[in-house]
């Protein structure tokens, strides 16, 4: 019976370094792949998530800016019409 264990056990220790060396294979697979698809997408110019979400804030924060820049201008250019139309009112001739 002996005999018999140590050959269940050398075929149980062959088993476990099989699975050993798949798993390696896979491992390495899956980093090739991996590698290959992102120079893929690399070639194409395709962006990262991360790449979007950053232009896609940037660009929101512009919109932002531009529409309190919009604010402004519309204030200072609505003050000269102001100031003429209370000129008008009270009888002040404006700058010649």
């Known amino acids: 019976m002996q005999t018999r264990g140590k050959f269940f056990d050398d075929i149980s220790q062959l088993m476990t370094n099989a699975m050993g060396v798949a798993q390696g294979a896979r491992t390495e697979a899956e980093t090739a792949l991996k590698g290959l698809v992102d120079r893929w997408l690399a070639d194409r110019n395709f962006v990262t998530r991360e790449e979007f979400d950053a232009v896609r804030a940037m660009a929101q924060k ?22 003429a139309k209370a000129g008008a009112a009270t009888g002040e001739e404006g700058p010649r």
């Not at 800016?65 to 102001?82: F, H, K, M, Q, Y």
């Open 62 to 83: 512009a919109r932002e800016e531009n529409e309190a820049l919009r604010g402004r201008i519309e204030t200072l250019e609505a003050a000269p019409r102001r100031k």
